[in-house]
């Protein structure tokens, strides 16, 4: 019962790595939201005993893999972000999906703004206003990724 449980977090965590890495048009890409962040913020609101710090560190270095940066620059920055997540979750629970929207927004930009320190010091790149672009879709689309979720999490009685 545990293993599929597992399972079921692992698929929803390895198709939002895919989503995350999945080539998009120059124009689009700019704009493409975190995946990756949007499905560890639900798990971890959902079940903090479950989806924590750990599973975002181990999730950022599959990202530095993935996309061929530095190793533990994603894993840092998701790790910030789903601690203080991780810390208010009992909070953030009674919120309106739209208030949510707004507290995942928040955790995107700082997730961005921690993105771009640790490269800003490995590699000497200068902000632009398009790195928080994806702050803004993720905010779009974290109903739908919640409904999802949720009903993911219903339907197989994943607790």
């Known amino acids: 019962m545990i293993n599929r449980h597992i399972g079921i977090i692992s698929v929803s965590l390895v198709i939002a790595l895919v989503l995350q890495i999945m080539p998009m048009p120059i124009q689009a890409d700019v704009y493409r939201p975190d995946w990756?962040?949007?499905?560890?913020?639900?798990w971890t609101?959902?079940?903090p005993?479950?989806?924590?710090?750990?599973?975002?560190?181990?999730?950022?270095?599959?990202?530095?893999?993935?996309?061929?940066?530095?190793?533990?620059?994603?894993?840092f920055a998701l790790s910030i972000a789903i601690y203080v997540l991780a810390a208010n979750y009992q909070r953030l629970r009674n919120y309106?999906?739209?208030q949510q929207a707004i507290?995942?927004?928040?955790?995107?930009a700082l997730y961005h703004l921690v993105l771009f320190w640790l490269q800003h010091l490995l590699t000497s790149i200068y902000f632009q206003f398009d790195y928080l672009w994806p702050v803004l879709t993720s905010m779009l689309i974290w109903p739908w990724a919640f409904w999802l979720l949720?009903?993911?999490?219903r339907r197989f009685k994943v607790s």
């Open 96 to 98: 309106s999906v739209w």
């Open 36 to 42: 990756v962040l949007l499905v560890l913020a639900y």
């Open 49 to 75: 005993n479950r989806v924590n710090v750990g599973v975002a560190f181990i999730c950022g270095l599959a990202m530095d893999i993935l996309l061929g940066t530095a190793l533990g620059v994603h894993s």
């Open 103 to 108: 507290v995942i927004a928040l955790l995107g």
């Open 45 to 47: 609101m959902a079940l």
């Open 150 to 153: 949720r009903r993911t999490r």
